[in-house]
């Protein structure tokens, strides 16, 4: 999957947080093994130029650790996110691109503590920019407050 931003991200966590959505799609589309799949990234996507365009050095331990947080967690990750949608929608009705933002975001409301809430819906937010238009980027937004208010208490907003 290129990477096909609207505009730049702002700094490595966030190319980091893009990298790894696409990582993860790449993951589901082609089963590559987990060691395979992040070595390639480090060697020929973070921060690299691809069809001369030159992406933002992504933190490659933050990358890391969302890819393995996800494909450790699926399962879980996956429930979380399915209680959360509507009756008449299921996971596997989103398309592929969504279902990784998602789970990314999921992901690090889970496991990630450290990072704020705020900061989480913002960032894939922007990630959600990347691939499509306003219906989707509000849908991330609704989904992943609605994740984080179950998940998390309002102090760590």
Not at 114 to 139: C, G, H, L, M
Request: glycine letters at 4%; aromatic letters at 8%.
């Amino acid at each position: 999957m290129a990477q096909t931003q609207k505009r730049p991200h702002k700094n490595a966590r966030s190319a980091a947080r893009l990298a790894a959505v696409q990582a993860l799609y790449q993951r589901e589309m082609e089963k590559t093994p987990l060691n395979i799949l992040l070595d390639e990234f480090h060697q020929y996507r973070l921060g690299a130029t691809i069809e001369d365009a030159t992406y933002t050095k992504a933190e490659p331990s933050f990358f890391d650790d969302i890819v393995r947080g996800v494909g450790t967690r699926c399962e879980e990750i996956d429930r979380v996110i399915s209680e959360n949608l509507s009756e008449r929608w299921s996971l596997d009705r989103l398309d592929r691109p969504m279902r990784q933002i998602l789970r990314a975001g999921t992901y690090e409301l889970l496991a990630r503590p450290d990072v704020p809430t705020a900061t989480i819906i913002s960032e894939y937010i922007d990630v959600a920019n990347a691939f499509y238009d306003r219906q989707e980027k509000n849908f991330v937004n609704g989904l992943l407050d609605t994740v984080a208010k179950k998940l998390r208490s309002s102090n760590n907003a």
